[in-house]
């Protein structure tokens, strides 16, 4: 058991406090255009909206050692000659006192050696298109020290694809200024590019270069460049190459004395037709980037920006905070579990350590799942977003699987027809309405595959997600599942036997008949809840329809989707089950359990029950609940892409963290308080922090998986940062273990706790009102809410009417012991 560091909870910091962690620990820079992840030694990389076509830095995935290239800095003592990196790498040379503190959008990284403390504190100020990194260098010795300090990035020709397969050209391209210190990255700004980036000091260099082998020196790597050995750089100006970004100060400390340097790394685009200075001549023009640039090289403009920073997020997570029996509880939901959503908002699943940052764009299911976890902070960005999401849906209902960022058209090149996606809408806009009450964004017109002229209301496009199902079905009654399902590795329909071939994108096999139960328990739970929109909106017959419809699935879900003691997974291509004891392998799976039961199927017969003792025997670990049992021990060619993984890992039957909520919320439909904050508690990355180097990702956030029990490496996660996981979770435990969830009249109050907690304390942001919420509960019981006190008066069931914009109100809930 090993930690590598500890959350300091005051701060809404996790502090590391050895530099050699199992993987890069990363934070994000940046939460509106410009983003950068920065590992726990400052590795990483920035960009400018998307991380695949405005790269602003290089970095090298999967290298040796890891995490290679990023926002460095040297030291170099002149009387020695002695020198190290203050934040280990590339340098790795032995620090004293190393600390990295990754806090909401900043990282501050620090060590000391030989006396001299350095500590970098990076952010990316609100409003703005650069980074800063803020260097405060303290002399601790009892004598002066003449120090070189050097930067050092390299640049990315913009495109990252391109950049890193397309050398007979790249090498040829490169092109920098350097005018008075300040460093211009502007290959391509001759041509179609009207940005380029910048890399500014605040102190008088002694010296910079721009062409990565003079600053190394040949055949040198990052952790030994001969201009940081010999203390001297060259001043060299890259023509083609690898153009980088270094700058060398030189400063004299007296004992005990303290100096900031700031150097600002930033991106900036000029008119079209004013990119020169003289007009006609190939120099940047400079004079709307220079007093942005002026500015932030003054520490009070720094400082400001800072706590502006701070203050922004105190401010969105003040929406809700949560004072639970849990530590773990209280830590994720205030501070990090919330992040994350942010971070998944803002970035979808583009850029992480495992995200390359130029495979995938925004993805169609996936954001309107993230939208449920970053709704309630920010919920004019998430009308936007729905918006924008529902504008590349397809005429017929349909949807591309993901969307550009930039142009946000979307984009079929990574596979299209995954009959659940368009479904995934209907949720976001009913988490959106319940939390604002902004029923008008229903009648919002909104175009289908962006093609203008073709706006219908977003009400119309929510009826075609739903119909969309309705005329794709199977055998059973139940949705045909297409390419896949959620499981994007469930491809029943690919028969896909030539290697290399991507299971996203092959031509599908037609004629078969293969149905998926999850599809068909998220129809029923989007048709329940389309119908609540629809009553809302004045269209009742509209409601009965899609009553009806849901009724319909049930029924078909309990005939067809039953298999006894759980829900089956799918029929495939040749209508065999998928996830049924008659199976061999793969025969309960976690999906259809977790989905169906959330749509309310089988809460009334015992099927629910029994699904989720089969949950307990069967799939759950100590590490969290595998996606199903047993693994696949082989290729089998009509399940597609989740065979493919060796057993335990990813969507072979590894714990795949994204679905672990959803039995969650279906524990505590079945009213299993203790069950749900087992369950909860066991993939909260919080929680196993204790067991960081079995774990290995970082503590503070969800990953996507987490290896299986078959793997060898069972417990150990992968995939960190960019997944649903962070939304889920943030659902499950604040609106189904807690119950504090929106509705459409109101706050409802509906907890299931375990036996053994006495209550909590919640203050909520909802609709402009604060709930200061208090539950009471004996110890040693269970039960649902029976008592329920609003401002002093008591009121019948569990729902707080919506107060105006403004109010205080204060909730007091008892539960008291069922039967
Ligand atoms: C992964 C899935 C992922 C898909 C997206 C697959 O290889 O296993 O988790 O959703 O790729 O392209
Ligand atoms: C990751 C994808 O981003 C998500 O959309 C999918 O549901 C899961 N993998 C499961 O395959």
């Not at 303290?138 to 495109?159: G, V």
């Not at 029950?609 to 069967?618: F, G, Y």
């Not at 029990?709 to 995939?719: L, Q």
């Not at 659902?731 to 119950?739: D, E, Q, R, S």
Request: aromatic share 10%.
């Amino acid at each position: 058991m090993a930690r590598f560091g500890r959350f300091d909870d005051a701060a809404r910091e996790y502090v590391i406090s050895r530099p050699d962690t199992p993987l890069p620990w990363i934070n994000y820079l940046g939460c509106e255009d410009y983003f950068g992840i920065i590992s726990n030694t400052a590795g990483g990389y920035s960009f400018y909206r998307d991380a695949r076509l405005r790269r602003l830095t290089r970095y090298r995935y999967n290298n040796a050692p890891l995490d290679m290239g990023g926002r460095y800095l040297y030291l170099r003592d002149g009387s020695s000659g002695e020198l190290w990196s203050p934040s280990w790498q590339p340098v790795r040379a032995e620090l004293e006192d190393y600390r990295c503190r990754h806090g909401l959008g900043y990282t501050a990284i620090g060590g000391r050696r030989a006396g001299i403390d350095a500590e970098t504190l990076y952010f990316v100020p609100l409003g703005e298109t650069l980074e800063i990194w803020r260097t405060r260098l303290t002399n601790q010795r009892t004598e002066s020290a003449d120090l070189s300090l050097f930067s050092a990035i390299e640049f990315c020709l913009w495109d990252a694809w391109d950049d890193a397969t397309n050398f007979q050209r790249n090498y040829s391209t490169g092109e920098v200024e350097v005018v008075d210190g300040v460093i211009y990255h502007k290959t391509e700004y001759r041509e179609r590019r009207n940005h380029f980036a910048y890399f500014a000091c605040s102190a008088e260099l002694a010296g910079f270069d721009t062409q990565r082998d003079v600053f190394l020196g040949p055949y040198r790597g990052w952790e030994h460049p001969i201009a940081v050995e010999t203390g001297h750089s060259s001043d060299s100006i890259a023509h083609g190459w690898a153009p980088c970004g270094s700058h060398h100060v030189e400063l004299s400390l007296q004992p005990g004395e303290t100096r900031d340097v700031v150097i600002l790394l930033g991106y900036a685009e000029n008119p079209t037709d004013a990119k020169f200075d003289p007009p006609g001549s190939q120099t940047i023009d400079k004079r709307l980037v220079l007093p942005v640039i002026d500015r932030y090289r003054r520490t009070d403009a720094v400082d400001a920006a800072f706590q502006r920073l701070r203050d922004h997020w105190d401010e969105l997570l003040e929406t809700l905070q949560v004072s639970t029996p849990s530590e773990h509880v209280d830590r994720m939901v205030n501070t990090w579990n919330a992040y994350q959503c942010m971070v998944t908002f803002n970035l979808s699943r583009s850029a992480s350590s495992f995200e390359s940052g130029i495979g995938r764009g925004m993805g169609f299911r996936d954001s309107n799942q993230d939208l449920l976890g970053f709704v309630h902070m920010a919920p004019e960005r998430a009308r936007e977003r729905i918006l924008d999401i529902a504008a590349t849906q397809l005429p017929g209902g349909g949807a591309y699987h993901q969307y550009q960022p930039l142009t946000k058209a979307g984009n079929d090149s990574i596979g299209a027809g995954f009959h659940d996606d368009p479904l995934w809408l209907i949720l976001a806009v009913a988490a959106y309405v319940k939390e604002t009450g902004d029923g008008a964004v229903l009648d919002e017109p909104v175009p289908y595959d962006n093609d203008p002229g073709s706006q219908s209301p977003l009400y119309d496009h929510l009826q075609r997600s739903l119909s969309y199902t309705q005329e794709r079905l199977g055998p059973h009654g139940l949705p045909l599942i297409g390419r896949a399902d959620w499981n994007d590795c469930l491809n029943l329909n690919c028969f896909s036997d030539t290697p290399g071939e991507s299971f996203q994108t092959t031509e599908n096999r037609r004629g078969g008949v293969a149905e998926s139960v999850f599809i068909a328990g998220l129809f029923a739970l989007a048709a329940a809840e389309l119908a609540m929109l629809a009553e809302r909106h004045g269209r009742c017959d509209d409601a009965v329809g899609y009553r009806r419809a849901q009724a319909t699935m049930d029924a078909a879900v309990r005939s067809g989707g039953w298999d006894g003691a759980w829900f089956r997974r799918a029929y495939d291509y040749f209508g065999n089950p998928v996830g049924s004891s008659e199976n061999e392998e793969g025969q309960i799976f976690i999906e259809p359990q977790g989905m169906c039961i959330l749509a309310g199927i089988g809460l009334d017969d015992g099927k629910a029950e029994a699904a989720l003792a089969s949950v307990a025997s069967r799939l759950a670990t100590p590490h969290g609940i595998v996606l199903h049992q047993p693994a696949y021990t082989r290729y089998h060619v009509e399940l597609g892409e989740i065979s493919t993984y060796p057993p335990g890992y990813k969507e072979n039957a590894g714990v795949f963290c994204h679905t672990n909520p959803w039995i969650v919320i279906a524990e505590t439909l079945a009213g299993n308080g203790d069950r749900a904050l087992d369950y909860y508690l066991r993939i909260n990355p919080s929680a196993r922090e204790p067991i960081s180097d079995l774990h290995r990702c970082e503590p503070y956030v969800y990953s996507q998986v987490i290896a299986g029990r078959d793997a060898p490496t069972h417990g150990e996660a992968k995939n960190s940062w960019l997944t649903g996981t962070a939304a889920w979770n943030l659902v499950a435990v604040t609106g189904w273990i807690l119950g504090i969830r929106p509705d459409h009249d109101g706050l409802r109050i509906d907890p299931c706790l375990p036996a053994d907690w006495d209550g909590f304390t919640v203050v909520r942001r909802f609709r402009g009102a604060r709930y200061h919420i208090t539950v009471t509960k004996s110890p040693g019981t269970q039960g649902r809410v029976s008592r329920l006190v609003v401002d002093g008066r008591q009121i019948d069931g569990n729902l707080v009417p919506a107060a105006p914009a403004g109010a205080t109100v204060t909730v007091e809930a008892a539960i008291r012991a069922a039967g």
